[in-house]
Nanobody
Framework: QVQLVESGGGLVQAGGSLRLSCGGS????????IGWFRRPPGKGREFVAT????????RYADSVKGRSLVSRDNAKNTVNLEMNNLTAEDTAVYYC????????????????WGQGTQVTVSS
């Protein structure tokens, strides 16, 4: 079973960019779908983006569409999330999760979760 670890969080200035990585403890299988979610302060966890490991099919939440890119790195066995033009609304704990439903945007379709990494956008 894949254990996931997020990295790359921290303090970012508004208007800046971030790059988060999601690493698996074992080889990510071709049938795996990796999702990114986030939990803003005082709110529930929300979908950000997802990518299918096999063919790179991806989907994005409207809130990040057009300024985000989710990608996979086969050599490093990681999935990356890049976001630009950050605002205070992007402040959250970011989680990656593994599932098997291509294009899934709901938490229920993801079985394994990382511990999360904090991203704080300062204005």
């Amino acid at each position: 079973q894949v254990q996931l670890v997020e990295s790359g969080g921290g303090l970012v200035q508004a208007g800046g960019s971030l790059r988060l990585s999601c690493g698996g403890s074992t080889r990510i299988f071709s049938s795996t779908v990796i999702g990114w979610f986030r939990r803003p302060p005082g709110k529930g966890r929300e979908f950000v983006a997802t990518i299918a490991w096999r063919d790179g099919y991806s989907r994005y939440a409207d809130s990040v569409k057009g300024r985000s890119l989710v990608s996979r790195d086969n050599a490093k066995n990681t999935v990356n999330l890049e976001m630009n033009n950050l605002t205070a609304e992007d402040t959250a704990v970011y989680y990656c999760a593994a599932g098997s439903t291509r294009g899934a945007t709901k938490e229920m379709w993801y079985r394994r979760w990382g511990q999360g990494t904090q991203v704080t956008v300062s204005s």
